[in-house]
């Protein structure tokens, strides 16, 4: 028996030496701390070491983090101070990788520097010399992983105020990049642009994401559930300057630290990504990529970036800020019960303090949106109810903390509406109509693994007309308490509470309508999502409780895409500061949703990749009732060049338990109650983002209900140049019914010009024929210095029936100051 393990012992001492010594491959190309090996196929295993030779000596020690069909894509974790050269040899040192022990993400460092740089776009300031550089960039897309054709060199350096970014983006000839934009948020997707995602927690689950084209237009966004969710809106104080050469376009960067919130540390970890579209190519590059996705909210995404080591004994302060403004103008309300132009002169603060380092209050006095643009016109031809974003400043701060719900998302026929159990639009508007803000109150942040929301506004009463109907709002209080707790490597459970209390002349603050809710987001690995939330709400006219569930899972890999839902919502579930996307005459339903993609990438003309698959949505009531159902099978085709085209089949049922009218100008066209099927046809292109003229146009025809429909949906945009911009959005309806016909048009335009990134003028115009409805709004906004802004408005509403009649016009000035303590 001795003998027999001896003689075991021997032949796996043999059979792991002859695989060590077969396990050997050449070093193909290095890039950065990337180091590309052939001919270990098979052999290396991912998170396996393997060992450079050079010569007699022992070189770097790598770690295997991606096997592709050609290569093993290795990175240096020990360089032992050697350098790793094409041709090298490399062999295999641990045949059993400890996964347990895997340094899993790439890893950059930033210098400590006792003086600032000058912010100018020109990196030539000494301390940039002392910072480690960092290069090594791989392609999202098209060629997953592979190095990036054109370099880029990033250096991070901090001091007690502020993190530093130095961006060097190497091009053939600087005349090629690719940028349409100027304006500070503008759209700069389509354009050549660097990115930086910061996960100041760590915890791949919320981040700050920031973007700078070579003009210098400046862009920024808060990310929540792994960078799912984003908010756009977010408007963070940070400065970013850009210089043009002959073979490179460079950026510098200074983001405070007082506008980020992190765990303060003796030796912080941050999770980070560092990217850059260069449109010329539509090709996407990234320090660290996860999936291979050719969406642009990928780059979004939290789960898979890198860590950011170096930032020692940085302090998140407690920031103390003060913005007060000024508001002079003339209004004239011609619908009002008595019309009459007045002057104002408005005058209100914001202040914002920092409870802790990672929690701040603010307190907003006689809040105003004046600058906020209004809301595009929208065609509503089903029985259900449209849905509009949020834009004012005051809600879109930390609006991640008060996310409850199925999110809205937006697909190829338009947007999807969500289901949320807080929707800020319900505070201060009435059927689009302004309500006094009072004072508002906001309490947001986040310490350790638990973040905390809380919201209390107090609007004014109001008295107008509408439609010939006199609208009475009373005083009211709007409370919301939300409380999110991260719970493993990527998922957090949560809960929210939400109260409407309503003050009556006659019955004083005794009517409610209060919502609650528990949820819960597990995310067991980067791709797939589990979500489940359950709801409950009181009202005090109603006198019931009721209630609502939803569960959903949703897969997201390289090829194939997937996605079930299902909501429960109950006849009295009513949130009143919510938003439930109920049909016409469907209080209580169940919703059933299935969502399947197939992203294959054929290998032939100038076609990138394709999207193919159904998505189909079933109502019930609660006897299980099929009240409507609509399936679709689309199929999107997306070139190297960023253009797509679409191609949609919709078949619908409906069944119409109570007679409508779809036009609001032609009341007298009715859809008898019945139950009908119908499908449409929707071809049409749009071009890329990087066009300096992008005529998009859909094409959809097919039967309507008791009749036909032919639709025109066009989103084009002409940008001679990175200061000026005009972009035009028009749906055309043409529907022919035995009972009538009828046409409907929305029609929106936007110019703008910029002076530089902080200095710009727009004018939007409308007109919607079936609300006989036409506006236009004119703004100029000049930022004088970070977070203060100069302000002119002229805003003015138009009837259309039978000739163009104001309805309301005003001209405002507003001056704001930001004075930070």
């Not at 089903?382 to 199925?406: H, V």
């Not at 528990?518 to 979500?531: A, E, G, K, M, V």
């Not at 139950?675 to 146009?697: A, E, N, V």
Request: charged share 25%; net charge neutral; with cysteine.
């Amino acid at each position: 028996m001795q003998k027999i393990q001896t003689i075991a012992i021997c032949l796996s001492i043999l059979l792991t030496t002859t695989n060590l010594l077969a396990s050997e491959g050449t070093v193909q190309q290095v890039s950065g701390d990337l180091v590309y090996v052939t001919g270990m196929n098979g052999l290396a295993p991912l998170w396996s070491n393997l060992t450079v030779q050079n010569g007699q000596d022992t070189g770097a020690k790598l770690e295997v983090i991606k096997e592709l069909p050609e290569l093993v894509i290795a990175r240096v974790v020990e360089a032992n101070g050697t350098a790793v050269n094409t041709g090298d040899a490399v062999v295999l040192s641990t045949a059993q990788p400890d996964v347990s022990a895997r340094k899993a993400r790439r890893t950059v460092y930033a210098t400590r520097v006792d003086k600032n740089p000058n912010v100018d776009g020109v990196l030539d300031d000494p301390v940039w010399s002392r910072a480690t550089p960092i290069k090594g960039f791989v392609q999202r897309d098209p060629n997953y992983w592979m190095p990036s054709p054109e370099q880029t060199i990033v250096r991070i350096i901090y001091t007690d105020k502020s993190i530093y970014f130095g961006f060097e983006c190497l091009v053939p000839d600087s005349s090629q990049f690719i940028a349409n934009n100027m304006r500070r948020d503008s759209e700069i997707r389509g354009d050549d642009n660097i990115q930086i995602l910061l996960d100041t927690y760590n915890d791949r689950q919320n981040g700050f994401f920031f973007s700078v084209n070579p003009l210098g237009a400046q862009s920024d966004l808060m990310l929540s559930n792994e960078g799912r969710t984003y908010n756009r809106d977010w408007d963070c104080n940070w400065v970013a300057r850009t210089k043009h050469y002959p073979d490179r376009w460079t950026v510098e960067i200074e983001i405070p630290f007082s506008q980020l919130r992190f765990k303060q540390a003796a030796d912080a970890t941050w999770g980070i990504n560092l990217a850059r579209y260069i449109a010329r190519k539509n090709l996407a590059t990234q320090l660290v990529v996860g999936q291979q996705n050719s969406s642009s909210t990928e780059r979004y995404r939290t789960a898979d970036i890198g860590e950011l080591h170096g930032l020692q004994h940085i302090r998140a302060r407690r920031p103390i800020y003060i913005k007060p403004y000024a508001l002079p103008g003339t209004t004239m309300d011609d619908q009002a019960i008595n019309p009459s132009e007045s002057r104002t002169f408005e005058t209100g603060l914001d202040l914002r303090y920092g409870i802790t380092s990672n929690i701040s209050l603010d307190l907003s006095y006689n809040t105003d949106f004046a600058q906020v643009e209004g809301d595009q016109e929208q065609t509503n031809l089903t029985q259900f109810r449209l849905f509009f974003p949020e834009k004012r400043e005051f809600f879109l701060e930390g609006a991640n903390l008060f996310q409850f719900g199925e999110l809205a998302r937006v697909t190829g026929s338009g947007t999807r509406p969500p289901t949320l159990l807080f929707y800020t639009r319900r505070i201060g508007l009435e059927k689009g109509k302004k309500i006094p803000i009072i004072v508002g109150s906001k309490i947001a942040g986040k310490e350790g693994r638990t973040s905390i929301g809380g919201l209390n506004v107090l609007t004014d009463a109001a008295l107008f007309e509408d439609e010939d109907d006199t609208i009475q709002v009373h005083r009211t209080n709007y409370s919301v308490l939300s409380i999110r707790r991260d719970i493993f490597a990527r998922s957090n459970f949560g809960f929210i509470m939400v109260n409407k209390q309503i003050d009556d002349p006659h019955e004083g603050w005794n009517h409610y309508n209060r919502a609650g809710g528990i949820d819960f987001n597990y995310s067991p690995t980067s791709t797939l999502n589990f979500q489940a939330f359950a709801a409950r709400t009181w009202d005090s006219q109603i006198g019931d409780a009721d209630d609502a569930r939803f569960v959903s899972m949703n897969y997201r890999g390289t090829r194939y895409w997937a996605r079930l839902k299902f909501l429960d919502v109950e006849d009295q579930f009513e949130p009143a500061v919510g938003f439930i996307n109920r049909r016409s005459g469907l209080e209580g339903f169940r919703r059933y949703d299935l969502y399947a993609r197939y992203r294959p990438r054929p290998k032939f003309g100038n076609i990138r990749y394709m999207s193919i698959g159904p998505e189909a949505q079933i109502f019930t009531d609660h006897n299980n009732n099929v009240k409507y159902w609509t399936l679709e099978l689309s199929a999107f085709t997306i070139f190297n060049t960023g253009d797509y085209w679409r191609n949609e089949l919709k078949r619908t049922r409906d069944v119409v338990d109570e007679e409508f009218s779809p036009s609001a100008r032609n009341k007298d066209v009715i859809i008898p109650a019945g139950t009908y099927t119908f499908t449409s046809f929707t071809t049409g292109p749009r071009p890329s983002r990087s066009r300096k003229l992008r005529p998009g146009i859909n094409f959809e025809a097919g039967t309507y209900y008791t009749g036909r429909r032919y639709t025109i949906r066009s989103e084009s945009s002409f940008r001679p140049s990175g200061q000026l911009s005009y972009e035009v959005e028009y749906q055309g309806d043409w529907v022919r019914l035995p009972q009538g016909n009828f046409n409907i048009h929305t029609l929106s335009n936007r110019l703008q010009y910029s002076f530089s990134t902080d200095f710009f003028v727009k004018l939007f115009v409308q007109w919607n024929n079936d609300k006989e409805f036409a506006s236009a709004n004119f703004l100029l906004n000049y930022r004088y210095r970070p977070g203060s802004d100069i302000f002119l408005v002229f805003d003015s509403a138009y009837g259309t029936d039978p000739t163009l009649t104001r309805r309301n016009r005003s001209v405002l000035l507003k001056l704001s100051y930001l004075l930070g303590l």
